[in-house]
């Protein structure tokens, strides 16, 4: 599943961070956002792998016993 992501939107984060009243100036937002956008691609790298099937944690026993 391949997608392309938009690129952070200084705008959209400003918007965000009004809405959790948090002041951010216009120099942290331009240091945020290439920062989000590499994070955004490394999660994104995350998705699209295949995982297989994972068990339950129910499924774990932690008895470590040899």
């Not at 200084?10 to 959790?20: E, F, I, S, Y």
């Not at 942290?28 to 297989?52: C, I, K, N, S, Y």
């Amino acid at each position: 599943m391949s997608r392309t992501r938009v690129p952070s939107d200084p705008d959209l984060l400003l918007a965000a961070a009004r809405l959790v009243d948090l002041a951010l100036s216009q120099e942290r937002v331009a240091q945020l956002v290439p920062v989000m956008d590499v994070t955004f691609q490394l999660l994104d790298a995350l998705v699209q792998g295949e995982h297989g099937e994972t068990a339950p944690a129910t499924a774990f026993n932690a008895a470590w016993s040899a």
